[in-house]
């Protein structure tokens, strides 16, 4: 169905760097319109609950480099999204490392961090995006429940193998570009144990070898729980070779890897598996514009980075980017 309004943008992709672009838009009081595939927004950043405890599926935890982030990140601390973590983690060997980086984490999960950036956009949600095309000097995008939305520009802030299939046609040497970045797929598993305080210290252990990369307790941040709630992130090579694998037999094939810090066997357990979870090669770019009149702009992490960080100021410099090709005024209000 088509719709009649014609928005000055839409952000294709409700994750924390299309949320952040909208945001921006919004603020120099543009009419902007973010499709998200998924039933909420957020992406990457998602605090699912099992049986009454909430665990991080996603990243869980962000770092701060950037001055620009630190400013934002420090308003969302002031405003009760985000606490300081740890500046540390744990090693293998059970000694920890504090290295002195903080660790910021959302609350209660990272989840309230889209949930903060959503608020007062427009966004739809059960929306996937199937092609994006130039038409009379705007664009029209279509979903997949044959919905149309009409935008004088767009910003795509998808993960990255998403975008060719949107597209009718795209410059060779962009298109080139977009191809050479790259994404590992991830397997977490999330487990309700029995054990009281299975991960020492901070609550993060990195334990090295080839199945677990990270084991975080969701406990320690401070989420609700009535027992330890764990994540265990398994390393790239294992969950490519176990990504298509029954949750069963990841499952088994992690038990052992784990077993010096908790009983899996035991554990109330669940598998989440991310196609696109964390970026191996990036172009490190701000963003990426496919064209420039009228405006259509890819950002995300993979385009500007590998973490929470670089997706939201990729979302945040591609809005500026568009605000200037459209000449439209400068944001009245900060992030
Ligand atoms: C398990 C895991 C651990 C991580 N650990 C860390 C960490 O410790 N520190 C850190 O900084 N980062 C970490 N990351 C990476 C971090 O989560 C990402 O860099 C960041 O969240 C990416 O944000 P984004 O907005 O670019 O993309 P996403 O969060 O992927 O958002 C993209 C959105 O687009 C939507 N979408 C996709 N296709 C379509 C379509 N066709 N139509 C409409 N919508 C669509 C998706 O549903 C999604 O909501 C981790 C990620 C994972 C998965």
Not at 292 to 302: I, Q, R
Request: proline content about 7%; hydrophobic content about 40%; overall charge negative.
């Amino acid at each position: 169905m088509k719709r009649d309004q014609r928005y000055d943008a839409i952000i294709v992709g409700g994750g924390v760097a299309g949320l952040s672009a909208a945001r921006q838009l919004q603020g120099t009081g543009s009419s902007v319109l973010v499709l998200e595939s998924n039933l909420s927004p957020g992406g990457r950043l998602r605090s699912p609950r099992i049986e009454g405890s909430v665990f991080d599926d996603g990243a869980p935890f962000f770092q701060v480099h950037d001055v620009r982030f630190q400013r934002i990140v420090d308003r969302w601390i002031a405003s009760g999204i985000v606490r300081e973590w740890t500046r540390g983690y744990v090693r293998d060997d059970g000694t920890v490392d504090a290295d002195g980086e903080p660790r910021y984490c959302g609350v209660p999960g990272m989840s309230a961090i889209p949930e903060a950036l959503a608020e007062g956009l427009s966004v739809r949600c059960n929306a996937r995006v199937t092609a994006v095309r130039e038409e009379g000097g705007a664009y029209t995008v279509f979903t997949s429940d044959a919905q149309e939305f009409r935008a004088v520009s767009v910003i795509l802030a998808v993960p990255v193998p998403h975008v060719p299939s949107m597209l009718h046609k795209v410059d060779s040497l962009i298109e080139k570009e977009l191809q050479s970045i790259r994404y590992a797929p991830l397997l977490t598993i999330l487990a309700l144990c029995t054990e009281d305080d299975p991960v020492p210290g901070p609550g993060i252990v990195q334990p090295g070898g080839p199945v677990a990369s990270l084991i975080v307790d969701n406990t320690k941040k401070g989420m609700p729980s009535d027992r330890s709630a764990v994540a265990i992130h398994t390393t790239t090579a294992f969950s490519r070779q176990f990504f298509d694998r029954p949750d069963g037999v990841v499952i088994a094939a992690v038990v052992g890897a784990v077993e010096k810090w908790l009983d899996l066997s035991r554990a109330r357990v669940q598998v989440t598996r991310w196609p696109h979870a964390r970026v191996l090669q990036t172009i490190n770019r701000p963003y990426v514009t496919i064209s420039k009149s009228p405006p259509l702009v890819c950002a995300g992490d993979g385009v500007a980075g590998t973490r929470v960080e670089q997706a939201a100021m990729s979302g945040i410099d591609a809005a500026e980017h568009v605000r200037e090709l459209l000449g439209l005024p400068e944001a009245s209000s900060e992030l």
